[in-house]
T-cell receptor
């Protein structure tokens, strides 16, 4: 079974600074997808960024980028120019590309605080 | 395009009762997944429905069940509620063949 680990329960960053959230995963599969979701106090889960394992290029979405290290099974999220609205719980998630279905396996989450 | 909607948003029940939660996916999405979120266990996969058939099931007791209708709307049912069933229940939908799931706002269930 696949597992996802987020070793930082809490992180903080100053507004306009850069922060990196860590995620590691364990799988024997070669085809899979990785995601970062954001959950603000409203509890609505919002997709931040996704990465296909077969792509060597790291995904980017505006101020959000990932560092995908397939051999090390590491998938970190970098937030540049942090804004107050980035404050939320961030979840790393894994989805198999080899089995049917859309089941996501989530990490424990990292609570990000943005200080003004 | 409207997002995933879930009803009701909040629910209070007592132990032993049963509850039904509803989820309407994004138009055109045929896959619907359900997750339970609690402070102690985090986010756990309950089950997934596709074309009215359960495609995947998580490690939950048989008290948790679901179904999907021909219009892709899905319901989940929890019978004989226990205090530990208090949680945020999230529904997510996705297009066939694509990996990204989009989540609804959740239903917060409190069991007293």
């Amino acid at each position: 079974a696949q597992t996802v680990t987020q070793s930082q329960p809490e992180m903080s960053v100053q507004e306009a600074e850069t922060v990196t959230l860590s995620c590691t995963y364990d799988t024997s599969e070669s085809d899979y997808y990785l995601f970062w979701y954001k959950q603000p106090p409203s509890r609505q889960m919002i997709l931040v960024i996704r990465q296909e394992a077969y792509k060597q290029q790291n995904a980017t979405e505006n101020r959000f980028s990932v560092n995908f290290q397939k051999a090390a099974k590491s998938f970190s999220l970098k937030i540049s120019d942090s804004q107050l609205g980035d404050a939320a719980m961030y979840f790393c998630a894994y989805r198999s590309g080899e089995t049917s279905g859309s089941r996501l396996t989530f990490g424990e989450g990292t609570q990000l605080t943005v200080n003004p | 395009k409207a997002g995933v909607t879930q009803t009701p948003r909040y629910l209070i029940k007592t132990r032993g009762q049963q509850v039904t939660l509803s989820c309407s996916p994004i138009s055109g999405h045929r896959s619907v997944s359900w997750y339970q979120q609690t402070p102690g266990q985090g986010l756990q996969f309950l089950f997934e429905y596709f074309s009215e058939t359960q495609r995947n099931k998580g490690n939950f007791p048989g008290r948790f069940s679901g179904r999907q209708f021909s219009n892709s709307r899905s319901e989940m049912n929890v019978s004989t509620l226990e205090l530990g069933d208090s949680a945020l229940y999230l529904c997510a939908s996705s297009l066939v063949g694509l990996s990204t799931q989009y989540f609804g706002p959740g239903t917060r269930l409190l069991v007293l």
